[in-house]
């Protein structure tokens, strides 16, 4: 099933259409995508049995060709995690040793945005990382590797923008506050149910600027698997219903490119993912002082 927010309702973008949870259900389930994301399997049982019909005869396509018709799925995650260094290729192009557990920071829910939308760029250098984002359907602690999958949700494409000015003006670099300015955490095109995907650890992930291939690699070249992730930060922070999960990003960025290559206004970010869908963000310069 694929869950979107579109004009703030949660609206399911099947086949034949699109459905408007909360009206199809008749108030059964809430109209906040946020909201819903602990009923999740209640509402994926509820489609199946129930088939309920279109409410908007828009398709799949058509929220394709515009993207600023979606807003971003999740708007009040309780945390954000994001994991550093955490594919081969990325550790060596910022020539950073290779983490001996994941490398987590955050993001604060504040840098969410939809999948289309324009984003103002900051002073300093603005770099793009594409990412598989988990998202959290059942919580817990001290999770197993073995049964971690099954407490994901859903997943979507999500860009770790990152200011590297500010990143690397510190010592040792700091994270969280260079990668949350406005609109820092763009994600979606929508939310892709867990059951839809074979194996998560084996998709096609790239991004590319106005047409110029940045970023192409597999998750499967991920150094900690999804499950690992999830272990590990379930053996030290409690993890909630609708939680993401920013997987890291590939070789690519424009901070290893010689010279350096930042976002310029102008360019657009098309950011995608095998099965997930794609992101396209354009990008515009900020007034003075940001
Ligand atoms: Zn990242």
Not at 124 to 144: F, K, S
Request: hydrophobic share 40%; charged share 20%.
């Amino acid at each position: 099933m694929k869950l979107g927010r579109i004009k703030h309702r949660a609206t399911i973008i099947a086949e034949s259409g699109l459905i408007d949870v909360e009206r199809a259900s008749k108030g059964r389930f809430p109209s906040d995508l946020d909201d819903l994301i602990p009923q999740l399997a209640a509402v994926m049982s509820w489609f199946e049995s129930e088939r309920p019909a279109v409410t908007d005869p828009r398709t799949q396509a058509e929220l394709e060709a515009d993207l600023s018709q979606l807003d971003a799925p999740l708007l009040r995650p309780r945390q954000i995690f994001a994991v550093g260094i955490n594919y081969r290729g990325h550790a060596d192009e910022v020539d950073l040793a290779l983490p001996p557990s994941p490398m987590i920071f955050t993001k604060f829910a504040s840098s969410l945005t939809g999948p289309g939308s324009t984003i103002v760029l900051p002073p300093g250098t603005v770099d793009w990382e594409v990412e598989l984002v988990a998202v959290i359907g059942q919580g817990g602690r001290n999770i197993a590797p073995e049964t971690a999958l099954s407490h994901v949700g859903a997943y979507c494409v999500g860009q770790d923008l990152s200011e590297r000015t500010h990143q690397m003006a510190c010592s040792p670099a700091q994270f969280s506050m260079a990668k949350s300015h406005r609109g820092f955490a763009p994600i979606g095109p929508w939310l892709t149910t867990a059951d839809e995907l074979d194996n998560p650890q084996d998709l096609a992930i790239a991004c590319d600027l106005d047409g110029e291939v940045m970023q192409s690699a597999r998750t499967s070249m991920m150094l900690f698997d999804l499950p690992t992730q999830i272990a590990y930060l379930s053996s030290i922070c409690e993890l909630y219903p609708g939680d993401l999960i920013f997987t890291g990003t590939p070789a690519g960025v424009g901070l290893s490119h010689q010279p350096p290559r930042f976002i310029r206004p102008g360019e657009v970010l098309h950011s995608r993912i095998e099965k997930l869908g794609a992101l396209r963000n354009p990008f515009v310069q900020g007034s003075a002082g940001g």
